[in-house]
């Protein structure tokens, strides 16, 4: 006779230098929608960057909450912003996780860019280990962006890496409403 088995939370993250990484966490996110799970999306980085997503996901109230703490791109051509602007965000951000994780309201919390928050410099491995434990066995955590720690890769239940093995910018197309942003 099978047993039922308990649901644990698990550890996914979603990495690598291909494209992906954020639509493939908004798919899981529409998913646990239809299981009527509450969902909290925060977004480390992205800041003032206006994406398709984010009108999006006010289509899915009230299961979807979310928050967007960067404060944009950090070190690109339009950033004016101080580094240390960018770090305050990302510590705010830090703060929201690790309040939104313990609340125990939601059963997916996704983290978004958060391994690119921590290859800047932005968020350190002590306070991605704080996020991490502020959770129980029955969350599920996802973490998105290029360039994930080899620790958490070790620690994480799943791991997608998204490889780019060709993108439309190598022949100068460029970025498409509705497809990139």
């Known amino acids: 006779m099978a ?3 308990e649901r644990i939370g698990l550890l996914l993250v979603y990495t690598g ?3 992906g990484k954020t639509t493939a966490a908004l798919g899981m996110c529409v998913r646990a929608v239809g299981y009527n799970w509450s969902i909290c999306l925060i977004q480390f980085i992205k800041g003032s960057w206006k994406y398709g997503e984010l009108e999006g996901l006010k289509r899915l109230k009230p299961n979807v909450e979310l928050h967007v703490v960067g404060e944009g791109f950090v070190g690109i051509e339009d950033d004016t912003k101080d580094f240390e602007e960018h770090r305050k965000a990302a510590q705010e951000g830090v703060q929201l996780s690790i309040k939104k994780i313990e609340s125990g309201e939601f059963q ?4 978004d860019e958060l391994n690119v ?3 800047l410099g932005l968020v350190t491995r002590e306070e991605m280990e704080k996020i991490l434990a502020a959770g129980d066995e029955t ?3 996802l973490i998105t962006g290029r360039g994930a720690p080899e620790w958490l890769i070790e620690r994480a239940d799943l791991v997608t890496e998204m490889r ?3 993108h439309p910018y190598q022949k100068g197309i ?3 409403k ?3 942003f």
């Open 3 to 5: 047993r039922k088995q």
């Open 139 to 141: 969350q599920n955590l």
């Open 178 to 180: 509705g497809i990139d």
């Open 108 to 111: 997916l919390v996704i983290l």
């Open 17 to 19: 230098g291909g494209k």
């Open 164 to 166: 780019e093995v060709k």
């Open 117 to 119: 928050a921590q290859t």
């Open 174 to 176: 460029s970025a498409k």
